[in-house]
């Protein structure tokens, strides 16, 4: 049963407009969350993160909402470009907090960014 | 360069062979997580270490998997008498702290084949 669902497999959009990848929890105990982004051949790379006691955060073209009632989070990327074309995964963790240590992955998003 | 390497980058074998496969974390990093990713799937956590002990096993699929840690560096997963089911690519990830939900860094993943 997955913990951390990313239920479209992949996703197209011109570039220059708005990426949104999506991303759903079950577990109530994570409360902290991450973005990563692979390219091919390549191992994941951080790219944002945010924890439960905030709703948004922000960094540079990347921002990450965290709906908690919805136990659903996304990432949008504005204005998309072609090098954001990568698969993106969604990771979720409890914190020290909650003693609930495991990262959980989603099966992850690829996006293709049309120039 | 001062990143998560894994060796071999490819390793393809026959089926009830063993294999070894290595990850240099990050020096400093106390923390390092064995990870695979088969076709079309997500990431799967195999193994997390603290040091060189192993907290949380439990991820191994199976008691062909088994991975060591050596004065807090170097890792090896082993997994022997492959199975054509272990095809997939393995990645190990590194992070300075112990806590899950710190940032990990990942290597380029070894992809291992088994015929």
């Known amino acids: 049963d997955q913990q951390v669902k990313q239920n479209s497999p992949s996703l197209s959009v011109q570039e220059g407009r708005i990426s949104i990848l999506n991303c759903d929890y079950t577990n109530s105990m994570f409360d902290y969350f991450l973005w990563y982004k692979k390219y091919p051949a390549e191992g994941p790379t951080f790219l944002i993160s945010i924890s439960s006691i905030k709703d948004k955060n922000e960094d540079g073209r990347f921002t990450v909402f965290l709906n908690k009632s919805a136990k659903h989070l996304s990432l949008h990327i504005v204005p998309s470009q072609p090098g954001d074309s990568a698969v993106y995964f969604c990771?979720?963790?409890?914190?020290?907090?909650?003693?609930?240590?495991?990262?959980?992955f989603g099966p992850g998003t690829s996006l293709s960014v049309i120039p | 360069g001062a990143g998560v390497s894994q060796s071999p980058s490819n390793k393809v074998t026959e089926k009830g062979k063993d294999v070894e496969l290595r990850c240099d974390p990050i020096s400093g990093h106390t923390a390092l997580y064995w990870y695979r990713q088969s076709l079309g799937q997500g990431l799967e956590f195999l193994i997390y270490f603290q040091g060189n002990s192993a907290p949380d096993k439990s991820g191994l699929p199976s008691d062909r998997f088994s991975a060591e840690r050596t004065g807090g560096s170097v890792s090896t997963l082993t997994i022997q008498r492959t199975q054509q089911e272990d095809s997939a690519v393995y990645l190990c990830?590194?992070?300075?702290?112990?806590?899950?939900?710190?940032?990990?860094?990942f290597g380029p993943g070894t992809r291992l084949t088994v015929l």
């Open positions: 990830a590194s992070s300075p702290q112990g806590y899950r939900y710190n940032e990990q860094f």
């Open positions: 990771a979720a963790s409890g914190s020290w907090e909650t003693s609930y240590d495991k990262v959980i």
